[in-house]
């Protein structure tokens, strides 16, 4: 992580690294890490405060807005695939449930065809 005098520059950049982590785990569908950057981004959301969203740089909060918004761009389109693709296999391996449209667990039926195979 780079070092910065400011701090919501340091927070914003912490933000962009954490959303690009779970974009990776998305890719690699790495269980521990999705878990681990959860944890993460949760307690780094709590840090803002709109009474102290000022920057001294303000290019260079741009700069970090843009490329938060493309990381978390980029997880929304996997989390897509990940949830249709890989969710049932990540399920079958961790036990761990998914996140419904509410934002709370819940079980998601496994659909596709069966193939029935005689031998």
């Not at 890490?33 to 290019?59: K, V």
């Not at 700069?63 to 929304?76: G, Q, V, W, Y």
Request: hydrophobic content about 45%; overall charge neutral; proline content about 1%.
């Amino acid at each position: 992580m780079a070092t910065h005098t400011d701090p919501l520059l340091t927070r914003v950049e912490r933000l962009c690294e954490t959303l690009e982590r779970i974009g990776d785990a998305l890719v690699s569908v790495d269980a521990d890490a999705l878990l681990d950057t959860e944890e993460t981004l949760a307690q780094l959301l709590a840090t803002f405060d709109a009474s102290s969203a000022s920057a001294t740089d303000a290019e260079a909060l741009k700069a970090r807005i843009i490329r938060a918004r493309a990381a978390l761009l980029r997880c929304h389109r996997l989390g897509g695939c990940f949830t249709s693709v890989a969710g049932a296999r990540l399920r079958q391996r961790s036990g761990m449930t998914l996140y419904g449209s509410a934002g709370g667990f819940v079980d998601h039926q496994v659909s596709g065809a069966t193939v029935k195979v005689n031998v």
